[in-house]
């Protein structure tokens, strides 16, 4: 199993960048075989697809509501993916979390298994 944690969070005003953090740990070796993705949820709403990227090849997907803004990687050294949001919007503003899943990237939250506990974006126009 590997366990998940975001950080990186915060309030930051519209047109800001922020970068989010995501941390692995535990059964790390697995992640070689693993799809780590971003999502996020805004009150009353549902979770939503952000992006995500392959560990082994580093291939990555996108939302088209953050294709251009966002742009995620990953350190194989520190077992860390990374969400860069640049140009944010108030509509970005959500908890977001990071979640992985074995082999691919999906858009379906249900497909994850493992997930973090969410870091707090809040974006001020």
């Known amino acids: 199993q590997v366990q998940l944690v975001e950080s990186g969070g915060g309030l930051v005003q519209a047109g800001d960048s922020l970068r989010l953090s995501c941390a692995a740990s535990g059964r790390t070796l697995s992640l070689y075989a693993m799809g780590v993705a971003w999502f996020r949820q805004a009150p009353g709403k549902e979770r939503e697809f952000v992006g995500g990227?392959?560990?082994?090849?580093?291939?990555?997907k996108y939302a088209d509501s953050v294709k251009g803004r966002f742009s995620i990687s990953r350190d194989n050294a520190k077992n860390t993916v990374y969400l860069q949001m640049n140009s944010l919007k108030p509509e970005d503003t959500a908890v977001y979390y990071c979640?992985?899943?074995?082999?691919?990237?999906?858009?379906?939250?249900?497909?994850?298994?493992?997930w973090g506990q969410g870091t707090q974006v809040t974006v001020s126009s």
């Open positions: 990227i392959l560990w082994s090849g580093g291939n990555t």
């Open positions: 979640a992985s899943r074995l082999q691919r990237i999906t858009m379906a939250a249900g497909e994850y298994g493992s």
